[in-house]
C-alpha cells in the first residue's frame, strides 16, 4: 500500500475538511497555505492536484527565487519550512502547543537564511597540495589580532577567545570569555566582536583581524545587506562590522587553523573558566609554548586546495 494511499483521521485544526494526509498536512491544511503564500513566488501548479513525493521532489530541488529571502532559493527554504511546519503541528497534537503559523514563518526563515549563508560556492573537486602554514607578523605599526569561538558539541557550552600581538610577534593582551549556550558560529562573532573591543579599549588604530573560520569572515565582508538583515546573529554582525571601521585602519584576513594554534590553547581555558570574561595582561602557561613556536617561525603541513 502507497503512503499516500493509508488511511488518516479528519484534520486535527478543521475537522470536517479532510483527511489528515501527510500532503495535507505540509500543503493543503487552510491553516498551513498562508505560510507558503508568504514566501512568494510559487509557481501555478504549486497547490496542483500532485501526489506527495513528485511534489516533494520538485520542491527541494526548485531553483526559483523568493520573494521574501532576497537571493535565497525555494530549495533551501521547503525543507526547512516543511520540517517546521511539521514539528509544530506534532508538539500541537501531542502536547496542545499553539500552532503558530507567524513564529513558524520567522524560524524557518531565520533557519534559511544561515544555511544559505553557510553554503559553499559550487565548484568543481580542486586539485589538492601541502603547503607550510604559520603564523605571521604584522607590518610594523600594526597589530594583529587573532580570534575563535569553541562550542562543547551541538549547542554545548561555548567560548570564545583571543589574543593581541605586537608587529615582533610578542605578547600584549589575550582574553577569554564563558558564552554559555550558543552556536558555533555565534561564539565566533563572538570572538571577534570582544577582540575588536581589547583594541580599541588600548586605543590600537591599525589592526590585523586573523580568524580560521570562512563562513564568519563571508559574513563581515558579504555585500548582501538585506539578507543579513534577516540574519539571527544580525546584531552581532553588524556590531563588528560596525567596529571594524572605526579603527584608523584594519584588515579582515583568513588564515589557516595551523597559523591560529594560539587560539586554540587560549580555548582549553576559555571553556573551563567559571569567570564571564577574563583579560590576560601576560600569556598564560597554556599558551607559551604555541607562541614561541609562533615567534620564532614554526610551519605546520596543510592539504590545500589550488
Not at 501548479?45 to 526559483?64: A, Q, T
Not at 508538539?91 to 503558530?100: D, L, T, W
Not at 507567524?102 to 524557518?108: G, S
Request: charged share 20%; proline share 6%.
Amino acid at each position: 500500500m502507497a503512503l499516500e494511499d493509508q488511511y488518516y483521521p479528519t484534520c486535527h485544526f478543521t475537522l470536517m475538511e479532510a483527511p489528515e494526509t501527510i500532503i495535507h498536512i505540509l500543503r493543503d491544511c487552510s491553516k498551513v497555505k498562508p505560510i507558503w503564500t508568504r514566501v512568494g513566488n510559487i509557481a501555478p501548479d504549486f497547490y496542483f492536484d500532485i501526489s506527495m513525493k513528485p511534489w516533494i521532489k520538485i520542491w527541494s530541488l526548485s531553483s526559483r527565487h523568493t520573494d521574501v529571502l532576497p537571493g535565497v532559493q525555494w530549495r533551501d527554504v521547503f525543507p526547512i519550512l516543511s520540517w517546521s511546519i511539521w514539528s509544530t503541528r506534532d508538539k500541537s497534537v501531542m502536547e496542545g502547543a499553539k500552532f503558530n503559523t507567524q513564529a513558524i514563518f520567522h524560524r524557518a526563515k531565520s533557519l534559511a537564511i544561515e544555511f544559505h549563508f553557510s553554503l559553499p560556492s559550487p565548484l568543481r573537486k580542486p586539485d589538492r597540495i601541502d603547503i607550510l602554514v604559520g603564523w605571521k607578523p604584522p607590518p610594523s605599526g600594526f597589530f594583529k589580532l587573532n580570534t575563535d569561538g569553541l562550542v562543547l558539541g551541538n549547542l554545548g557550552l561555548a567560548g570564545a577567545r583571543g589574543l593581541l600581538r605586537h608587529s615582533n610577534g610578542s605578547w600584549f593582551r589575550g582574553f577569554t570569555r564563558n558564552i554559555g549556550t550558543t552556536s558555533s558560529v555565534a561564539a565566533k562573532l563572538w570572538g571577534v566582536r570582544d577582540g575588536l573591543l581589547l583594541a580599541k579599549k588600548y586605543n590600537i588604530q591599525k589592526l590585523i583581524i586573523e580568524l580560521d573560520a570562512k563562513a564568519v569572515l563571508d559574513l563581515l565582508m558579504s555585500d548582501n545587506n538585506t539578507s543579513l538583515c534577516y540574519h539571527p546573529l544580525s546584531a552581532l554582525i553588524i556590531d563588528c562590522r560596525s567596529l571594524i571601521h572605526s579603527f584608523e585602519e584594519a584588515r579582515l584576513c583568513h588564515i589557516y587553523r595551523e597559523g591560529n594554534f594560539c587560539t586554540d590553547n587560549l580555548a582549553k581555558g576559555g571553556t573551563k573558566t567559571l569567570n564571564s570574561y577574563v583579560e590576560y595582561f601576560s600569556p598564560p602557561s597554556f599558551v607559551v609554548n604555541q607562541l614561541l613556536a609562533d615567534t620564532w617561525g614554526v610551519s605546520f603541513p596543510r592539504a590545500c586546495n589550488i
